[in-house]
């Protein structure tokens, strides 16, 4: 939290509980690692039929 232009900390506690919903940092790494992969597939999929097509014309 920024308060009077400086970031201030408030510890919350070992027994502190995320809201429900909240993501926890390691399951939004993996669930981001996967979609850049799905992106990845994508891209290489679009350049084989880009590929196919040249190759057909």
Known sequence: MKKGG??????????????????????????LAGYKALLRRREALLERLAEAERALS
Do not use: S
């Open 6 to 31: 400086r970031w201030r900390w408030k510890y919350l506690g070992k027994g502190w509980q995320p809201p429900e919903g909240f993501t926890r940092p390691r399951e939004f790494l993996e669930a």
